[in-house]
Structure formats: C-alpha cells, structure tokens
C-alpha cells in the first residue's frame, strides 16, 4: 500500500485548506484510515480517523473545526480544515491500518503552515 498526500501549504489564521490522500496498491487490505499530524518538538499525533466502521473520531482540538471524508471509490481519504489557528501548524501525514493486525503504512507527508 503507497499513500501520498497533497494540499498543504500557507494559509493565514481563520482560513480553510483541504487535505487529500490517495492511496494506492493493495488497497483492499486496508482497514482504517486516518490523519496524524507533527508540529516541531512535539510527538505526532492522531488528527482524526474514520474508525473503518463509518463513525468518525476527531481530537479535542479539531472538534467542529476539522472533517475527515473517506471515498471509497476513489480509495481517497480527506482533512477538511477550517477556521484554521497557528497551533495547527504541522506536517501532516496520511495513515492506514491494514486488516492484517500490526500492519500500518504511512504517507511522506504533506506541510501545513498557518501564519499571517
């Protein structure tokens, strides 16, 4: 399985900005999909996940602000982020559980950087 994500960028406070993942390969063996994200000096963490079984979990700090859209046709997976503030400042990267227990695989990476 191969993820690469895309869409990230500068985007000023308040602001929106979508991110895609794509996934590619074996992607049948795929369970669980999700978005973790890095900042700086901070350990990664989980953004939100589609849970593999259709109901969403998001982390207290994106709450009402982030949407996570899987499309199955597409084998696609997206962050819509909204009223975006500078502590959501990261690299964030795609993830995905295989149904296979242990099995995880990971995308580069994509930059989002909120600043005025």
């Known amino acids: 399985v191969q993820l690469v994500e895309s869409g990230g960028g500068l985007v000023e406070p308040g602001g929106s900005l979508t991110l895609s993942c794509k996934s590619s390969g074996n992607i049948f063996s795929i369970n669980i999909m999700s978005w973790y994200r890095q900042a700086p000096g901070k350990e990664r963490e989980l953004v939100a996940t589609?849970?593999?079984?259709?109901?969403?979990r998001y982390a207290d700090s994106v709450k009402g602000r982030f949407t996570i859209l899987r499309d199955y046709k597409y084998s696609t997976v997206d962050l819509q982020m909204n009223s975006l503030k500078p502590e959501d400042t990261a690299v964030y990267y795609c993830n995905a559980e295989g149904l296979q227990p242990g099995t995880t695989y990971w995308g580069q990476g994509t930059q989002v950087t909120v600043s005025s």
């Open positions: 589609d849970g593999g079984d259709g109901t969403p």
